[in-house]
């Protein structure tokens, strides 16, 4: 299970993770679409290195809950 958590929380693959999620916003509405939390795709992005290492921290050290989606 160490490995595979290793594997997912490799910055490259956090980073193709983010490239996905992206990519199935239209660019225009980046700045609009928010997920459950509030937070946009454009405000991640701002500091999208601080927020994979917050993410990877979360996750290596089974801190990581997801919110809900909304309804």
Sequence with gaps: MAELMDTITMPENLLGAWRAVR????????????????????????????????????????RYEPTPPKA
């Design 23 to 62: 990519g199935n916003v239209p660019r225009g509405r980046r700045t609009h679409s928010a997920g459950p939390d509030g937070v946009t795709l454009a405000e991640f992005e701002r500091e999208l290195d601080a927020q994979l290492n917050t993410l990877r921290d979360m996750l290596v050290h089974d």
